[in-house]
């Protein structure tokens, strides 16, 4: 019990001295979600605006296979991008494997799908309401997706924080095409497993409690955000 | 030029097996004020989507035959019941069909300023329009249609969310854009307002064309006697 206290404190007082060690790996977790929440956001959403408002054949399937992957099993993610990367597969030529870049691939190919797939259900609430009246004003169909992406804007953040909160707390993908190497792709969470097996519990409570903390402050923005949304909606 | 009259040849619009609209023939020419009458479900929103392009008739025909048809898209605008406005303040609302119809910017600032002026919405042209009350928001999708200076205006019902002041400031605002040039054609199903309003009425009853006469004709001696039974209150389907 003791031990538990005493790895409080110590996690703690590394969170308040910003250790070293501590501030380098949260800043690796943040650079790599971010900038994989930066591609998943340029694909997504147009993406998902464009499956909202384009008829086309099989929009149905592409609907339902995005709703499908976003439960995405992040290891089999891992797994698909490490036998990529890998030496011996097709895009080993690249030397991306055990790299921040290939944590950032896996990332964002774990979370596209997430904000395609909430982003359009967004933009289609919004074009059942707009339809009628952007077809009056004479909107082609290019017009409408910027408008909508536009007007979407408040639940379009909220989306993209929920792709951001997965990334940031996903072990398995970041673990196998990463690797957990010290000081190159070590983030948030493959530290937390690494030293919590090894015993180091403060390093791994202080990770963790930062990690919360991310979680909570990015899902009180979504809820500010949404109740601004549903302000301006009423 | 103008891209009137409009012609509808034996239109009708089917859903579910049942005839929404039923052969309906009709022309709208330019000039009176022309309104819609019918009871609820007599498909006179239904008409007016039809004219206005959303949506295409199951059988028959819509045309405008008038010497500028080809253009005819981008000179009708259309109001509707529940006014839809976008997530931008109200200037911007104006804007943004002025940019679809590729107003020049230069010219853009003009004619916002005036329609806001005209209905009444000078002081709040920098507002959030979601937070306008329902008379304000429906006084700007009047602006915001008005400002593209459409040759034909269809108004579904307008002002049938409104309070007796804004549905005065709303048939003042149509009489002003009347006057304008722009031909208009509205439903309602207020016979106080088609009296009020209509220079030409067209009755609808079960999807067809009961009636199609000026307003002394109609409210005088009615030839239908669905339209008699309306106009005595006594048509409840």
Same mark, same amino acid.
């Given at each position: 019990?003791?031990?538990?206290?005493?790895?409080?404190?110590?996690?703690?007082?590394?969170?308040?001295?910003?250790? %070293?060690?501590?501030?380098?790996?949260? *800043?690796?977790?943040?650079?790599?979600?971010?900038?994989?929440?930066?591609?998943?956001?340029?694909?997504?959403?147009?993406?998902?605006?464009? @499956?909202?408002?384009?008829?086309?054949?099989?929009?149905?399937?592409? @609907?339902?296979?995005?709703?499908?992957?976003?439960?995405?099993?992040?290891?089999? !993610?891992?797994?698909?991008?490490?036998?990529?990367?890998?030496?011996? =597969?097709?895009?080993?030529?690249?030397?991306?494997?055990?790299?921040?870049?290939?944590?950032?691939?896996?990332?964002?190919?774990?979370?596209?799908?997430?904000?395609?797939?909430?982003?359009?259900?967004?933009?289609?609430?919004?074009?059942?309401?707009?339809?009628?009246?952007?077809?009056?004003?004479?909107?082609?169909?290019?017009?409408? @997706?910027?408008?909508?992406?536009?007007?979407?804007?408040?639940?379009?953040?909220?989306?993209?924080?929920?792709?951001?909160?997965?990334?940031?707390?996903?072990?398995?993908?970041?673990?196998? !095409?990463? *690797?957990?190497?010290?000081?190159?792709?070590?983030?948030?969470?493959?530290?937390?497993?690494?030293?919590?097996?090894? *015993?180091?519990?403060?390093?791994?409570?202080?990770?963790?409690?930062?990690?919360?903390?991310?979680?909570? =402050?990015?899902?009180?923005?979504? %809820?500010?955000?949404?109740?601004?949304?549903?302000?301006?909606?009423? | 030029?103008?891209?009137?009259?409009?012609?509808? &040849?034996?239109?009708?619009?089917q859903a579910g097996g049942r005839a929404?609209?039923?052969?309906?023939?009709? &022309?709208?020419?330019?000039?009176?004020?022309?309104?819609?009458? #019918?009871?609820?479900?007599? #498909?006179?929103?239904?008409?007016?989507?039809?004219?206005?392009?959303?949506?295409?008739?199951?059988?028959?025909?819509?045309?405008?035959?008038?010497?500028? $048809?080809?253009?005819?898209?981008?000179?009708? #605008?259309?109001?509707?019941?529940?006014?839809?406005?976008?997530?931008?303040?109200?200037?911007?609302?104006?804007?943004?069909?002025?940019?679809?119809?590729?107003?020049?910017?230069?010219?853009?600032? $003009?004619?916002?300023?005036?329609?806001?002026?005209?209905? +009444?919405?000078?002081?709040?042209?920098?507002?959030? $329009?979601?937070?306008?009350?329902? +008379?304000?928001?429906?006084?700007?999708?009047?602006?915001?249609?008005?400002?593209?200076?459409?040759?034909?205006?269809?108004?579904?019902?307008?002002?049938?969310?409104?309070?007796?002041?804004?549905?005065?400031?709303?048939?003042q605002i149509i009489q002003e854009i009347?006057?304008?040039?722009?031909?208009?054609?509205?439903?309602?199903?207020?016979? $106080?307002?088609?009296?009020?309003?209509?220079?030409?009425?067209?009755?609808?009853?079960? #999807?067809?064309?009961?009636?199609?006469?000026?307003?002394?004709?109609?409210?005088?001696?009615?030839?239908?006697?669905?339209?008699?039974?309306?106009?005595?209150?006594?048509?409840?389907?």
């Open positions: 019990m003791s031990d538990i206290g005493t790895a409080f404190a110590l996690a703690f007082q590394l969170i308040v001295v910003l250790d %070293a060690e501590l501030v380098d790996i949260v *800043g690796r977790s943040l650079s790599v979600s971010l900038t994989a929440v930066m591609i998943a956001t340029a694909i997504g959403l147009p993406l998902g605006a464009v @499956v909202a408002v384009y008829r086309f054949p099989g929009r149905r399937a592409v @609907v339902i296979l995005l709703n499908a992957l976003m439960g995405l099993p992040p290891v089999f !993610v891992g797994l698909t991008v490490y036998l990529m990367l890998s030496r011996a =597969g097709p895009l080993g030529v690249l030397g991306l494997l055990f790299t921040p870049a290939a944590m950032i691939v896996a990332q964002a190919i774990l979370i596209t799908p997430i904000i395609a797939a909430l982003s359009r259900q967004v933009m289609r609430d919004l074009y059942e309401e707009y339809r009628e009246q952007l077809c009056s004003l004479g909107a082609q169909p290019r017009h409408v @997706v910027l408008t909508l992406l536009w007007d979407g804007r408040l639940g379009l953040v909220t989306v993209v924080m929920a792709g951001f909160g997965r990334a940031i707390a996903e072990v398995g993908a970041v673990f196998i !095409v990463g *690797g957990n190497i010290a000081h190159v792709t070590r983030v948030m969470t493959t530290t937390i497993a690494l030293e919590t097996s090894k *015993g180091n519990l403060a390093l791994a409570l202080a990770l963790g409690l930062i990690l919360v903390l991310l979680a909570v =402050g990015v899902n009180a923005s979504a %809820a500010v955000l949404g109740g601004v949304s549903a302000y301006r909606r009423a | 030029m103008s891209i009137l009259p409009l012609i509808l &040849e034996e239109v009708s619009v929404l609209l039923d052969r309906v023939s009709l &022309e709208i020419g330019a000039g009176p004020k022309t309104v819609i009458l #019918g009871p609820n479900g007599a #498909g006179k929103s239904l008409l007016l989507r039809l004219c206005h392009g959303l949506i295409g008739p199951t059988d028959g025909r819509v045309r405008w035959t008038g010497p500028d $048809a080809a253009r005819s898209r981008r000179r009708q #605008g259309m109001v509707f019941q529940k006014p839809v406005m976008l997530r931008r303040s109200v200037r911007a609302n104006v804007a943004y069909g002025l940019r679809l119809h590729k107003v020049p910017s230069i010219e853009r600032g $003009a004619r916002i300023g005036r329609v806001l002026e005209r209905t +009444g919405l000078t002081g709040v042209a920098n507002q959030s $329009a979601r937070v306008l009350s329902v +008379g304000e928001q429906q006084r700007l999708a009047l602006a915001r249609v008005w400002a593209l200076e459409p040759e034909v205006l269809f108004l579904d019902e307008p002002t049938a969310s409104l309070d007796p002041s804004g549905t005065g400031a709303v048939e009347h006057e304008g040039g722009t031909k208009i054609v509205m439903t309602t199903h207020d016979l $106080a307002q088609a009296r009020r309003v209509a220079e030409e009425v067209i009755f609808l009853h079960n #999807g067809r064309v009961a009636e199609h006469s000026d307003p002394v004709a109609f409210f005088t001696r009615p030839e239908s006697e669905a339209a008699s039974a309306f106009l005595d209150g006594r048509l409840l389907w």
